[in-house]
């Protein structure tokens, strides 16, 4: 008696569906193609099961992007505000922040305008951030403005780390742009990477300076 033609025992394997599958793939096409990307059919594909198998699951595009926001925004980093003083704690979540979108570039045009009345984790970020501020000392008309400013710092810093390392070279007009050479130059030799450097001063910046309003009153 040979094995040729038995049956395998147990189902046929089948795509087993769930949040957290279904919204890693859905992150992984719009982080490597963008928003246009991200269709049920195609990810339906990715997952290897029908569409009528993902709406089984999900209702719509809308609740992908707040089901990746809420992925997303779980990444970052909140512990300092239980740990450091305001100004290191606002500095520590937010390269956190920086660092978990320079990974998800084309992620940033989409959350940054995604409302997060359906999003709790985010709710909860922003909780965090707001009662520091508030225990602070910061007004409260002034602490949605404040957020909102750090944010757009940290939205196109992070878009910043995808630059490419010759975006300031001057070629062929460097006798028409002669300070600017030289300080593309200088910053060069230094071996310092340009877009960490200039994110950490413009944080440091950013974060005493919206703080010092509150001592100016």
Do not use: C
Request: proline share 4%; glycine share 6%; charged share 20%.
């Amino acid at each position: 008696m040979t094995n040729e033609g038995a049956r395998r025992a147990g189902r046929p394997r089948t795509a087993i569906l769930n949040r957290d599958r279904i919204t890693e793939h859905a992150l992984s096409l719009v982080s490597q193609d963008g928003y246009d990307a991200l269709t049920m059919q195609q990810l339906a594909r990715s997952l290897g099961v029908s569409p009528s198998a993902l709406y089984n699951h999900v209702d719509s595009k809308q609740d992908l992007l707040q089901w990746i926001q809420e992925l997303v925004m779980a990444e970052v980093d909140i512990s300092a505000f239980e740990k450091l003083e305001i100004h290191e704690a606002l500095i520590h979540w937010a390269t956190s922040y920086r660092d978990i979108f320079a990974k998800h570039i084309p992620l940033i045009p989409i959350i940054a305008v995604l409302p997060v009345a359906d999003s709790p984790g985010t709710l909860g970020m922003y909780e965090h951030v707001a009662k520091t501020l508030k225990n602070y000392g910061l007004v409260e008309a002034e602490i949605i403005p404040t957020i909102v400013t750090l944010e757009s710092f940290i939205f196109g810093s992070a878009m910043d780390t995808a630059a490419p390392h010759d975006i300031f070279d001057t070629s062929n007009h460097r006798d028409a742009t002669p300070y600017f050479t030289q300080a593309v130059a200088a910053q060069r030799e230094t071996g310092i990477n340009t877009s960490d450097d200039s994110f950490g001063r413009g944080i440091r910046a950013l974060v005493h300076g919206l703080l010092g309003s509150r001592a100016q009153r």
